[in-house]
């Protein structure tokens, strides 16, 4: 049976069709008599075949088939989203823009272990790895130890371009330091989007010596990589070193660093924030509870033991209260 739309349809192109042969006609009656009624009917004409055409076009839109319907529903008003997804992909692996720094202070020559502290997103050495590097240095750290920090603010301020710059600036310095000879141990200390750096370190160090003993340490890290890759971090932080831990604030409000990581042991500090005095923003609890605790020498993970390596064992989780 025909549909309510076919059936317009027919009706309306057999309609034009008598309209058109009687314009037609009425053509050829005036021709030679009237310019002005001739120009009159052939525009009439010509609006008449238009819409025939029109009409013809109409018959064929409603006979899409199945798939053709599909494509123009689901299809075609996701090529924006597409193209917008291609867009970030692009711009999150662009080279590093020209004309900025990465600094790192200079390692002694006589220095066999060495501990580095690295800034996450947005923020500086001057925030807090300055002077906790201050504090190692002068009251916990004794000959051959030496602490340091990286500076990469020039490259962490990008959404979606600071945790690739951070990876590969982290593996241009493990490649320097694996140059570093008279290194036996390496201590990485890593917040939020530095923990890219760490990383990066930690990948590029390893193929070179794998006789450096290397200790990864991540403070609420963020695990989205380039913008996209929600879940890199937690699936690889901590996979290349020899012993890693990690220190989370779950109701810090970044998304991505607020879950266990699948190979360092885990601690969950938010429980002891709540009961602390600490009132600045839940993402930077994990630095003071980790500060606090390394220079009190109550943190477990600070060289750890064997039976403390046992009692925290890689890839679990433990939360304190």
Same mark, same amino acid.
């Given at each position: 049976?025909?549909?309510?739309?076919?059936?317009?349809?027919?009706?309306?192109?057999?309609?034009?069709c008598?309209? @058109?042969?009687d314009?037609?006609?009425?053509?050829g009656?005036?021709?030679?008599?009237?310019?002005?009624?001739?120009?009159?009917?052939?525009l009439?004409?010509?609006?008449?075949?238009?819409?025939?055409?029109?009409?013809?076009?109409?018959?064929?839109?409603?006979? /899409?088939t199945?798939?053709?319907?599909?494509?123009?529903? /689901?299809?075609?008003?996701?090529?924006?989203?597409?193209?917008? @997804?291609?867009?970030?992909?692009i711009? @999150?692996?662009?080279?590093?823009?020209?004309g900025?720094?990465?600094?790192?202070?200079?390692?002694d020559?006589?220095?066999?272990?060495?501990?580095?502290?690295v800034?996450?997103?947005?923020?500086?050495?001057?925030?807090w790895?300055?002077?906790?590097?201050?504090?190692?240095?002068?009251? /916990?750290?004794?000959d051959?130890?030496?602490a340091?920090?990286?500076?990469?603010?020039?490259?962490?301020?990008d959404l979606?371009r600071s945790?690739l710059?951070a990876?590969?600036?982290?593996?241009?310095l493990?490649?320097?330091?694996?140059?570093?000879?008279?290194?036996?141990?390496?201590?990485?200390?890593?917040?939020?989007?530095?923990?890219?750096?760490?990383?990066?370190? =930690?990948?590029?160090?390893?193929?070179?010596?794998?006789?450096?003993?290397?200790?990864?340490?991540?403070?609420?890290?963020?695990?989205?990589?380039a913008?996209i890759?929600?879940?890199?971090?937690?699936?690889?932080?901590?996979s =290349?070193a020899?012993?890693?831990?990690?220190?989370?604030?779950?109701?810090?409000?970044?998304?991505?660093?607020?879950?266990?990581?699948?190979?360092?042991?885990?601690?969950?500090?938010?429980?002891?924030?709540?009961k602390?005095?600490?009132?600045?923003?839940?993402?930077?609890w994990p630095?003071?509870?980790y500060?606090?605790?390394?220079?009190?020498?109550?943190?477990?993970?600070?060289?750890?033991?064997?039976?403390?390596?046992?009692m925290?064992?890689? @890839?679990?989780?433990?939360?304190?209260?």
């Open positions: 049976m025909e549909g309510t739309h076919q059936r317009w349809a027919r009706r309306s192109g057999v309609f034009l008598f309209v @058109s042969l314009a037609q006609r009425n053509e009656a005036v021709r030679g008599r009237n310019p002005a009624t001739l120009k009159t009917q052939k009439l004409i010509y609006h008449i075949k238009a819409a025939m055409t029109g009409t013809a076009n109409l018959r064929k839109f409603l006979k /899409l199945l798939k053709q319907w599909l494509i123009l529903i /689901l299809v075609v008003p996701g090529i924006p989203f597409l193209l917008i @997804s291609l867009f970030i992909v711009y @999150s692996t662009m080279p590093w823009p020209t900025e720094t990465v600094t790192m202070q200079k390692v020559s006589h220095t066999k272990e060495l501990i580095v502290l800034h996450g997103k947005g923020d500086n050495p001057s925030s790895a300055d002077s906790f590097a201050a504090e190692l240095n002068l009251a /916990l750290l004794g051959g130890q030496q340091l920090t990286i500076n990469w603010s020039d490259y962490s301020n979606f945790t710059n990876r590969r600036i982290g593996q241009d493990g490649r320097k330091l694996a140059a570093l000879k008279h290194l036996k141990r390496l201590h990485l200390i890593g917040h939020s989007a530095g923990s890219f750096v760490v990383y990066g370190i =930690c990948e590029a160090v390893k193929p070179y010596r794998e006789d450096l003993f290397v200790h990864t340490t991540f403070l609420d890290p963020v695990g989205i990589y913008g890759d929600w879940g890199y971090g937690t699936r690889n932080f901590g =290349c020899d012993i890693s831990d990690a220190y989370i604030d779950r109701e810090d409000g970044v998304p991505g660093s607020n879950a266990p990581l699948d190979h360092p042991h885990t601690f969950d500090v938010t429980a002891l924030r709540k602390s005095s600490f009132k600045e923003l839940p993402h930077l630095i003071e509870y500060r606090q605790q390394v220079v009190e020498q109550k943190l477990p993970y600070w060289e750890p033991k064997v039976e403390v390596l046992k925290f064992p890689a @890839s679990k989780y433990t939360l304190m209260e």
